[in-house]
T-cell receptor
């Protein structure tokens, strides 16, 4: 599975949109991009995933570049409860479930 | 959404004893479950894949005789840390595939179990 690169940390103001970048320049055609987050001392929580097209759900939007080498997770209106470590993971269906978590991005939402 | 539950949430044990952690899928069947470990200020590390009715497959560097995994039913996997030592103190997290084998959807994680070995 492709290695992903994320910024170590980000600060975001409450109520504003949070844009979290992820670089996956070696991603292959059959690798999905998954986003999870982990609030302190809890298990990871699924946010969204996509292959080629942009995706949106009740939590976030996922924008994948046309060449698929990078993506951005957008939290449209950040709240204090969105403070967490956000993980971007590239994975094929062959290795489904065997998530290789990187360091992720520590997002701190401030009032 | 689907729920994965772990028990206990936290456990303290003496060095040399064994500890069992349960992972249950509450409203779906999971033929495959995964066990992760997370040390303080570090990311999650995959330990093993638990397959219902067959032996677990372990990641490189994980001792299968120390971390015993049993997946006897479609809703329960257990991780037993045998002869625990202080260096085994960690946050253990399980996950389960709730997509009925489609392999492209959401993976559900438990709340985690914090093990402290004295």
């Amino acid at each position: 599975d492709a290695k992903t690169t994320q910024p170590t940390s980000m600060d975001c103001a409450e109520g504003r949109a949070a844009n979290l970048p992820c670089n996956h320049s070696t991603i292959s055609g059959n690798e999905y991009v998954y986003w999870y987050r982990q609030i302190h001392s809890q298990g990871p929580q699924y946010i969204i995933h996509g292959l080629k097209n942009n995706e949106t759900n009740e939590m976030a939007s996922l924008i994948i570049t046309e060449d698929r080498k990078s993506s951005t997770l957008i939290l449209p209106h950040a709240t204090l409860r969105d403070t967490a470590v956000y993980y971007c993971i590239a994975m094929t269906t062959d290795s489904w479930g065997k998530f290789q978590f990187g360091a992720g991005t520590q997002v701190v939402v401030t009032p | 959404g689907a729920v994965v539950s772990q028990h206990p949430s936290w456990v303290i044990c003496k060095s040399g004893t064994s500890v069992k952690i349960e992972c249950r899928s509450l409203d779906f069947q999971a033929t495959t479950m995964f066990w992760y470990r997370q040390f303080p200020k570090q990311s999650l590390m995959l330990m093993a894949t638990s397959n219902e009715g067959s032996k677990a497959t372990y990641e490189q560097g994980v001792e299968k005789d120390k971390f015993l995994i049993n997946h006897a039913s479609l809703t329960l996997s257990t991780l037993t840390v045998t002869s625990a030592h202080p260096e085994d103190s960690s946050f253990y997290i399980c996950s389960a595939d709730g997509t009925s084998g489609s392999n492209t959807g959401e993976l559900f994680f438990g709340e985690g179990s914090r093990l402290t070995v004295l």
